[in-house]
T-cell receptor
């Protein structure tokens, strides 16, 4: 398996533009997490899906952020409109069924909003 | 609420020194425990994990961790560090009753050559 695949790897956009980050989890994994990592705030959980259903979105910063998981093999994180303070590395991770399992991380998307 | 505490935010050591990074969690039930490593510019990778059995767990690259249930701790150790161990180390916990991982704030480790 190719692991968790995120795209794009790097994104530079202007303030106010819409940004869409994509994630393909490992096949068979039914838990998916979106994280944001910054120097100031460290690693933050944004949203967690189980079986394509959002279970916990309490970490989503505000209404500008939205996430979807239309099927078991694809998820998106959208920021509209983007702001400079959204600049961060966004990681997607997936995890197999069951709690006795570890999470596998994608390479991340480095977002810069100018 | 569950939480994970990593005692040191930054650790600086010389090569060949011994390492111990602290991790404590707050949850009274059965847990799974993890240490992840993030090398500069890279994603998080699993270093080692504990689910059950021998509380002394050995991971990759000579790392080990000991689960002490009475202390709610899962400290990471390495007898002799190398320059290539420079990275950020994250402790994570999940209660067996749910899927969510709770993360520590991370410890940045710098090894001086």
């Amino acid at each position: 398996d190719a692991g968790v695949i995120q795209s794009p790897r790097h994104e530079v956009t202007e303030m106010g533009q819409e940004v869409t980050l994509r994630c393909k989890p490992i096949s068979g994994h039914n838990s998916l997490f979106w994280y944001r990592q910054t120097m100031m705030r460290g690693l933050e959980l944004l949203i967690y899906f189980n079986n394509n259903v959002p279970i916990d979105d309490s970490g989503m910063p505000e209404d500008r952020f939205s996430a979807k998981m239309p099927n078991a093999s694809f998820s998106t994180l959208k920021i509209q409109p983007s702001e400079p303070r959204d600049s961060a590395v966004y990681f997607c991770a997936s995890r197999p069924t069951g709690t006795n399992t570890e999470a596998f991380f994608g390479q991340g998307t480095r977002l810069t909003v100018v | 609420a569950q939480s994970v505490s990593q005692h040191n935010h930054h650790v600086i050591l010389s090569e060949a020194a011994s390492l111990e990074l602290g991790c404590n969690y707050s949850y009274g039930g059965t847990v799974n425990l993890f240490w992840y490593v993030q090398y500069p510019g890279q994603h998080l990778q699993l270093l080692l994990k504990y689910f059950s059995g021998d509380p002394l767990v050995k991971g990759i690259k000579g790392f080990e961790a000991e689960f002490i249930k009475s202390k709610f701790s899962f400290n990471l150790r390495k007898p002799s560090v190398q320059w290539s161990d420079t990275a950020e180390y994250f402790c994570a916990v999940n209660a067996r009753s749910n899927y969510q991982l709770i993360w520590g704030a991370g410890t940045k480790l710098i090894i001086k050559p």
